[in-house]
Nanobody, 121 residues
Framework: QVQLVESGGGLVQAGGSLRLSCAAS????????MGWYHQAPGHQRELVAT???????NYADSAKGRFTISRDNAKNTVYLQMNSLKPDDTAVYYC???????????????WGKGTLVTVSA
């Protein structure tokens, strides 16, 4: 199995910054895509950003210009640098990864438990 653990969430004032991290562990052959999603109370889980093993990125419109996704392939870790935070960014942030293992060489989608980001006005 593969486990994903997020960290870096917390309370920050509007206009501030946070850097989220998510480390994947387990018997991993490769991770094709890693990403960040968020979910606020009463809302669906939404895409924030994704990044491929080659470094290609994709962002939600709300994240463009403020957030930056990156990854360290050697450490199987994905990061989300969040700047100019707004109260509307308040949500639980989840990371995910499509990881190939010995049990499934084509990859299985894994999710972390989430980390809470709260942005005060």
């Amino acid at each position: 199995q593969v486990q994903l653990v997020e960290s870096g969430g917390g309370l920050v004032q509007a206009g501030g910054s946070l850097r989220l991290s998510c480390a994947a562990s387990g018997s991993i052959f490769s991770i094709n895509v890693m990403g960040w999603y968020h979910q606020a109370p009463g809302h669906q889980r939404e895409l924030v950003a994704t990044i491929t093993s080659g470094g290609s990125t994709n962002y939600a419109d709300s994240a463009k210009g403020r957030f930056t996704i990156s990854r360290d392939n050697a450490k199987n870790t994905v990061y989300l640098q969040m700047n100019s935070l707004k109260p509307d960014d308040t949500a639980v942030y989840y990371c995910n990864a499509n990881a190939a293992t010995e049990m499934d060489l084509y990859g299985i989608l894994y999710w972390g438990k989430g980390t809470l980001v709260t942005v005060s006005a």
